[in-house]
């Protein structure tokens, strides 16, 4: 399954649509002028699913609830439907140079390690030691809209809701430009150090994805190997 995640509207009007193939599947709004705002993905089908952010002394108790005790953990977000607390996304720092994304969802938990390197930015998800999805960011925007592509393994088709619910999240509190004051092309070069580096794998899109070369494509032309 892929999903495209392309940011519509920038500033105070923060949306965001969401396609699998030419499909729209989703629309996404962040909070008009705060991070710590709801966030809101609304379904095709008429479902919503909301996050809400968890206060600080609130973290702890979710984490206790989703069996997650003794993590340092810094932030984290709240989220269901129609008032419910169906899982919980938290940042997790595991020490100097480790952080990490931990998703719990129903009775499951995920892992997302994030990477910057060149021109993109990666986020390699994990149930376990086993990888399940790869989302890929160009780092590149034109008037602070973001673009996001999710890569995610059939057999958890399931999760892409809540992983796109993640991302908007995710780019809510790192990419989010409220109040920008200037537009236009912004090009963007980024390298990141994290001791969690060896979880993303470049050859995992291939292997998966063999179709896919746009986010990802590490040159402009197919390399001619007749020669």
């Not at 089908?45 to 609830?65: C, I, S």
Request: glycine share 8%; charged share 25%; hydrophobic share 35%.
């Amino acid at each position: 399954m892929i999903l495209r995640i392309e940011q519509t509207r920038a500033g105070t009007a923060q949306t965001f649509d969401v396609y699998t193939d030419d499909s729209l599947v989703f629309t996404g709004r962040l909070g008009a002028v705060s991070k710590r705002q709801e966030i809101v993905l609304e379904g095709k089908n008429g479902r919503t699913l909301t996050g809400t952010y968890l206060p600080a002394w609130e973290l702890q108790r979710q984490a206790e609830r989703w069996k997650l005790p003794g993590y340092r953990l810094s932030q984290g977000l709240r989220y269901g439907r129609a008032g419910q607390n169906e899982g919980c996304f938290f940042l997790v720092r595991d020490g100097l140079w480790k952080s990490r994304y931990v998703i719990a969802n129903g009775g499951e938990s995920f892992s997302v390690y994030f990477l910057s390197k060149g021109s993109f930015e990666y986020l390699s998800i994990y149930r376990d030691e086993r990888q399940i999805a790869l989302v890929e960011h160009y780092l590149t925007v034109v008037d602070n809209r973001e673009r996001y592509k999710l890569y995610l393994l059939e057999e958890y088709r399931a999760l892409g809701e809540t992983l796109t619910l993640f991302l908007l999240y995710f780019d809510n509190w790192n990419h989010a430009e409220r109040f920008p004051t200037v537009y236009g092309t912004r090009v963007t070069k980024a390298w990141s150090l994290s001791r969690y580096a060896h979880t993303y794998d470049p050859g995992w899109r291939a292997a998966h994805f063999p179709q896919e070369n746009f986010f990802g494509k590490s040159r402009l032309f197919p390399e001619d190997t007749s020669l």
